[in-house]
Protein backbone atom coordinates (compact mmCIF):
# COMPACT_ATOMS: atom_id res chain seq x y z
CA UNK A 1 0.00 0.00 0.00
CA UNK A 2 1.33 3.12 -0.57
CA UNK A 3 1.66 6.68 1.18
CA UNK A 4 -1.16 7.41 -0.91
CA UNK A 5 -3.52 5.01 -0.41
CA UNK A 6 -2.88 5.01 3.79
CA UNK A 7 -5.00 7.57 5.38
CA UNK A 8 -4.66 8.91 9.09
CA UNK A 9 -8.31 7.98 10.40
CA UNK A 10 -7.47 8.67 14.12
CA UNK A 11 -9.06 11.94 14.39
CA UNK A 12 -12.50 10.73 12.43
CA UNK A 13 -15.31 10.05 14.92
CA UNK A 14 -16.88 6.64 15.61
CA UNK A 15 -20.87 7.17 14.87
CA UNK A 16 -21.98 3.01 14.79
CA UNK A 17 -19.81 1.79 18.07
CA UNK A 18 -18.51 3.18 20.88
CA UNK A 19 -14.96 3.16 21.67
CA UNK A 20 -12.83 3.37 24.59
CA UNK A 21 -9.13 3.54 24.95
CA UNK A 22 -7.83 0.91 27.07
CA UNK A 23 -4.45 2.28 27.98
CA UNK A 24 -1.82 4.60 26.72
CA UNK A 25 0.26 1.73 24.32
CA UNK A 26 -2.55 -0.20 23.04
CA UNK A 27 -5.85 -1.48 23.25
CA UNK A 28 -9.47 -0.43 23.59
CA UNK A 29 -13.15 -1.15 24.46
CA UNK A 30 -15.49 -1.81 21.74
CA UNK A 31 -19.06 -1.23 23.01
CA UNK A 32 -22.94 -0.92 21.19
CA UNK A 33 -22.83 -4.14 18.77
CA UNK A 34 -23.43 -7.91 19.20
CA UNK A 35 -21.58 -9.70 17.49
CA UNK A 36 -24.45 -12.67 17.17
CA UNK A 37 -26.01 -10.18 14.79
CA UNK A 38 -24.77 -9.69 11.29
CA UNK A 39 -22.91 -6.48 10.88
CA UNK A 40 -24.16 -3.98 7.90
CA UNK A 41 -20.48 -2.85 6.30
CA UNK A 42 -20.85 0.60 8.34
CA UNK A 43 -20.44 -0.80 11.39
CA UNK A 44 -17.83 -3.16 10.33
CA UNK A 45 -15.89 -0.48 8.70
CA UNK A 46 -15.79 1.10 12.13
CA UNK A 47 -15.05 -1.86 14.02
CA UNK A 48 -11.91 -2.45 11.82
CA UNK A 49 -10.79 1.05 11.93
CA UNK A 50 -11.06 0.67 15.72
CA UNK A 51 -8.92 -2.57 15.44
CA UNK A 52 -5.85 -0.72 13.16
CA UNK A 53 -5.43 2.18 15.42
CA UNK A 54 -5.68 0.33 18.25
CA UNK A 55 -3.47 -2.90 17.71
CA UNK A 56 -6.21 -5.10 20.20
CA UNK A 57 -9.76 -4.39 20.60
CA UNK A 58 -11.96 -6.17 22.91
CA UNK A 59 -15.99 -7.13 23.48
CA UNK A 60 -17.46 -7.65 26.45
CA UNK A 61 -20.91 -9.38 27.33
CA UNK A 62 -20.95 -11.48 24.11
CA UNK A 63 -22.50 -14.41 23.81
CA UNK A 64 -21.27 -15.97 20.94
CA UNK A 65 -21.81 -19.79 19.26
CA UNK A 66 -18.27 -21.22 17.17
CA UNK A 67 -20.57 -20.21 14.56
CA UNK A 68 -21.06 -16.41 15.40
CA UNK A 69 -17.20 -16.52 16.54
CA UNK A 70 -16.20 -17.98 13.07
CA UNK A 71 -18.90 -15.64 10.95
CA UNK A 72 -17.34 -12.65 12.77
CA UNK A 73 -13.52 -13.55 12.09
CA UNK A 74 -14.32 -14.00 8.64
CA UNK A 75 -15.27 -10.41 8.04
CA UNK A 76 -11.79 -10.11 8.27
CA UNK A 77 -10.44 -13.02 5.94
CA UNK A 78 -10.09 -16.49 5.68
CA UNK A 79 -9.58 -18.41 8.78
CA UNK A 80 -5.68 -19.57 9.07
CA UNK A 81 -5.30 -23.35 10.35
CA UNK A 82 -2.87 -23.80 12.69
CA UNK A 83 -0.19 -26.51 11.58
CA UNK A 84 0.48 -28.22 15.16
CA UNK A 85 -2.63 -27.82 17.73
CA UNK A 86 -5.47 -30.14 17.15
CA UNK A 87 -8.52 -28.25 17.09
CA UNK A 88 -12.31 -28.64 18.05
CA UNK A 89 -13.79 -32.06 16.28
CA UNK A 90 -16.74 -30.40 15.70
CA UNK A 91 -15.23 -26.99 14.16
CA UNK A 92 -11.85 -27.49 12.77
CA UNK A 93 -11.19 -23.96 12.33
CA UNK A 94 -11.07 -23.67 16.38
CA UNK A 95 -8.49 -24.32 18.71
CA UNK A 96 -10.01 -24.46 22.27
CA UNK A 97 -7.05 -23.65 24.87
CA UNK A 98 -8.34 -25.32 28.16
CA UNK A 99 -6.50 -25.40 31.56
CA UNK A 100 -8.03 -27.56 34.15
CA UNK A 101 -8.07 -27.38 37.95
CA UNK A 102 -5.47 -30.15 37.84
CA UNK A 103 -2.70 -28.54 35.55
CA UNK A 104 -0.27 -26.63 36.30
CA UNK A 105 0.85 -25.09 33.14
CA UNK A 106 -0.45 -22.67 30.23
CA UNK A 107 -0.36 -22.33 26.87
CA UNK A 108 0.94 -18.81 25.74
CA UNK A 109 3.16 -18.34 28.20
CA UNK A 110 5.75 -16.48 26.33
CA UNK A 111 5.72 -13.07 24.33
CA UNK A 112 5.07 -13.92 21.08
CA UNK A 113 2.82 -13.44 17.69
CA UNK A 114 1.23 -15.82 16.35
CA UNK A 115 2.01 -18.22 13.52
CA UNK A 116 5.34 -15.77 12.93
CA UNK A 117 6.83 -19.42 11.69
CA UNK A 118 4.83 -19.87 8.31
CA UNK A 119 5.16 -18.40 5.30
CA UNK A 120 2.19 -16.33 5.40
CA UNK A 121 1.29 -15.78 9.38
CA UNK A 122 -1.87 -14.99 10.77
CA UNK A 123 -2.72 -11.34 10.86
CA UNK A 124 -5.39 -11.26 13.86
CA UNK A 125 -6.10 -13.35 16.59
CA UNK A 126 -9.84 -13.97 17.52
CA UNK A 127 -9.96 -15.06 21.52
CA UNK A 128 -13.28 -15.88 23.09
CA UNK A 129 -13.61 -16.64 26.51
CA UNK A 130 -15.87 -19.17 27.79
CA UNK A 131 -14.82 -20.58 31.21
CA UNK A 132 -12.48 -17.70 33.56
CA UNK A 133 -10.93 -18.46 36.77
CA UNK A 134 -12.37 -15.99 39.83
CA UNK A 135 -9.00 -14.14 39.40
CA UNK A 136 -5.67 -14.31 37.40
CA UNK A 137 -5.38 -15.73 33.77
CA UNK A 138 -5.46 -11.87 32.38
CA UNK A 139 -3.23 -11.83 28.97
CA UNK A 140 -0.45 -9.39 28.59
CA UNK A 141 0.06 -7.12 25.16
CA UNK A 142 2.81 -5.54 23.54
CA UNK A 143 2.81 -2.62 20.76
CA UNK A 144 5.30 -3.44 18.44
CA UNK A 145 5.10 -0.45 16.77
CA UNK A 146 6.40 1.84 20.11
CA UNK A 147 9.11 -0.74 20.18
CA UNK A 148 10.70 -0.13 16.73
CA UNK A 149 9.88 3.45 17.47
CA UNK A 150 12.60 3.69 20.53
CA UNK A 151 15.34 2.43 18.29
CA UNK A 152 18.24 4.37 17.88
CA UNK A 153 18.59 5.57 14.08
CA UNK A 154 21.78 3.34 14.25
CA UNK A 155 19.66 0.23 15.24
CA UNK A 156 17.11 0.89 12.93
CA UNK A 157 19.64 0.86 9.99
CA UNK A 158 21.80 -1.70 11.11
CA UNK A 159 18.38 -3.67 11.81
CA UNK A 160 16.89 -2.87 8.27
CA UNK A 161 18.52 -5.56 6.28
CA UNK A 162 18.08 -8.80 8.85
CA UNK A 163 15.41 -11.16 8.45
CA UNK A 164 14.80 -13.51 11.75
CA UNK A 165 14.11 -16.95 11.50
CA UNK A 166 11.40 -18.23 12.97
CA UNK A 167 10.78 -21.65 14.20
CA UNK A 168 7.20 -23.33 15.25
CA UNK A 169 8.84 -26.50 16.64
CA UNK A 170 12.16 -25.52 18.49
CA UNK A 171 14.31 -26.91 20.61
CA UNK A 172 14.98 -23.37 22.19
CA UNK A 173 11.81 -24.22 23.85
CA UNK A 174 12.31 -23.63 27.27
CA UNK A 175 11.93 -27.33 28.22
CA UNK A 176 14.17 -28.55 25.17
CA UNK A 177 11.90 -30.45 23.82
CA UNK A 178 9.99 -30.66 20.65
CA UNK A 179 5.50 -30.18 21.19
CA UNK A 180 5.26 -33.77 20.52
CA UNK A 181 7.88 -34.81 22.87
CA UNK A 182 6.10 -32.39 25.48
CA UNK A 183 2.68 -34.08 24.79
CA UNK A 184 4.81 -37.80 25.62
CA UNK A 185 6.02 -36.91 28.30
CA UNK A 186 2.92 -35.05 29.68
CA UNK A 187 4.13 -31.24 29.31
CA UNK A 188 1.61 -30.14 26.59
CA UNK A 189 -0.82 -27.82 27.09
CA UNK A 190 -2.66 -28.92 24.01
CA UNK A 191 -2.91 -32.00 22.12
CA UNK A 192 -0.73 -31.92 19.02
CA UNK A 193 -1.04 -32.87 15.47
CA UNK A 194 1.53 -33.79 12.50
CA UNK A 195 1.58 -30.43 9.82
CA UNK A 196 0.81 -30.97 6.51
CA UNK A 197 3.75 -31.27 4.36
CA UNK A 198 3.14 -28.77 2.33
CA UNK A 199 2.60 -26.39 5.44
CA UNK A 200 5.90 -24.47 6.23
CA UNK A 201 7.06 -24.19 9.65
CA UNK A 202 10.32 -22.58 9.81
CA UNK A 203 9.96 -18.80 8.23
CA UNK A 204 12.43 -16.01 7.48
CA UNK A 205 10.71 -12.62 7.96
CA UNK A 206 12.35 -9.00 8.17
CA UNK A 207 13.05 -8.16 11.66
CA UNK A 208 11.67 -4.77 10.74
CA UNK A 209 8.12 -5.61 9.02
CA UNK A 210 5.82 -3.03 7.35
CA UNK A 211 2.32 -3.47 8.02
CA UNK A 212 0.53 -3.37 4.89
CA UNK A 213 -2.71 -1.81 6.16
CA UNK A 214 -1.33 1.41 7.96
CA UNK A 215 2.00 1.41 6.47
CA UNK A 216 3.91 2.04 9.78
CA UNK A 217 7.46 -0.24 10.58
CA UNK A 218 6.92 -2.95 13.38
CA UNK A 219 9.62 -4.77 14.60
CA UNK A 220 8.97 -8.10 14.65
CA UNK A 221 10.39 -10.43 17.12
CA UNK A 222 9.01 -13.23 19.19
CA UNK A 223 9.83 -16.06 21.38
CA UNK A 224 9.64 -18.22 17.73
CA UNK A 225 12.38 -16.08 16.37
CA UNK A 226 15.94 -18.56 17.08
CA UNK A 227 18.14 -15.99 15.06
CA UNK A 228 18.79 -13.48 12.56
CA UNK A 229 19.07 -15.27 9.17
CA UNK A 230 22.86 -15.44 8.15
CA UNK A 231 23.95 -15.00 11.44
CA UNK A 232 25.04 -17.72 13.96
CA UNK A 233 23.12 -18.38 17.11
CA UNK A 234 25.92 -16.86 19.15
CA UNK A 235 25.70 -13.64 17.33
CA UNK A 236 22.03 -12.94 17.23
CA UNK A 237 21.78 -14.01 20.83
CA UNK A 238 22.69 -10.67 22.43
CA UNK A 239 20.64 -8.29 20.08
CA UNK A 240 17.42 -10.94 19.91
CA UNK A 241 17.32 -10.80 23.79
CA UNK A 242 17.82 -6.53 23.64
CA UNK A 243 14.83 -6.53 21.21
CA UNK A 244 12.39 -9.22 23.08
CA UNK A 245 13.46 -6.56 26.70
CA UNK A 246 12.64 -3.70 24.54
CA UNK A 247 9.55 -5.38 23.08
CA UNK A 248 7.69 -5.89 26.45
CA UNK A 249 8.68 -2.53 28.35
CA UNK A 250 6.23 -1.64 31.18
CA UNK A 251 5.01 1.68 28.97
CA UNK A 252 4.68 -0.39 26.11
CA UNK A 253 2.15 -3.12 27.21
CA UNK A 254 -1.56 -3.17 27.96
CA UNK A 255 -2.95 -5.78 30.27
CA UNK A 256 -6.41 -7.29 29.68
CA UNK A 257 -8.61 -8.67 32.53
CA UNK A 258 -10.74 -11.36 30.70
CA UNK A 259 -14.49 -11.93 31.25
CA UNK A 260 -16.81 -14.68 30.63
CA UNK A 261 -18.44 -13.26 27.33
CA UNK A 262 -15.31 -11.11 26.40
CA UNK A 263 -14.32 -11.11 22.59
CA UNK A 264 -10.37 -10.03 21.81
CA UNK A 265 -9.20 -9.03 18.25
CA UNK A 266 -5.75 -8.50 18.35
CA UNK A 267 -3.34 -7.55 15.05
CA UNK A 268 -0.15 -10.04 15.19
CA UNK A 269 1.59 -7.86 13.00
CA UNK A 270 1.88 -5.08 15.25
CA UNK A 271 2.06 -6.70 18.92
CA UNK A 272 3.11 -9.34 20.76
CA UNK A 273 0.91 -11.21 23.86
CA UNK A 274 1.91 -13.28 26.60
CA UNK A 275 -0.83 -15.07 28.59
CA UNK A 276 0.28 -15.16 32.16
CA UNK A 277 -0.65 -18.08 34.53
CA UNK A 278 -1.70 -17.19 37.73
CA UNK A 279 -4.41 -19.01 38.63
CA UNK A 280 -3.74 -22.77 39.23
CA UNK A 281 -6.49 -24.79 40.76
CA UNK A 282 -9.07 -23.08 38.55
CA UNK A 283 -10.44 -23.87 35.13
CA UNK A 284 -9.47 -21.16 31.95
CA UNK A 285 -11.24 -22.05 28.63
CA UNK A 286 -11.19 -20.21 25.59
CA UNK A 287 -11.96 -20.66 21.26
CA UNK A 288 -9.18 -19.51 19.55
CA UNK A 289 -9.46 -18.54 15.33
CA UNK A 290 -6.97 -17.31 14.00
CA UNK A 291 -6.84 -15.10 10.33
CA UNK A 292 -5.01 -15.23 7.43
CA UNK A 293 -2.19 -13.06 6.97
CA UNK A 294 0.17 -11.98 4.06
CA UNK A 295 4.03 -12.44 3.48
CA UNK A 296 5.62 -9.92 5.35
CA UNK A 297 7.91 -7.44 4.08
Known amino acids: MSEAQIQDTSSQAYERIQVKRAAGALGAEIAGVDLSKPLDDATFGEIHRAWLENNIIFFRDQDL ?4 HLAFARRFGDIHIHPF ?88 HPSGL ?44 GSHTE ?13 LSYLMELTHRPEFTFRLRW ?21 TGFRRRVHKVTICGDTPF
Not at 65 to 68: I, K, L, V, Y
Not at 189 to 215: A, F, M, N, W, Y
Request: charged fraction near 30%; include cysteine.
Open 65 to 68: TPDD
Open 85 to 172: NKPLDDHPEVLEILKTEDEERNNGGRWHTDQMYTAKPAKGTMLYAREMPPYGGDTMFSNLYLGYEALSDGMKAMLSGLKGINNGDSRK
Open 178 to 221: TRMEREKAGLGTLKQVVPPPDVQTISSHPIIRTHPETGRKALYV
Open 227 to 239: RFDGLTDEESAPI
Open 259 to 279: EVGTLTLWDNRCCQHFAINDY
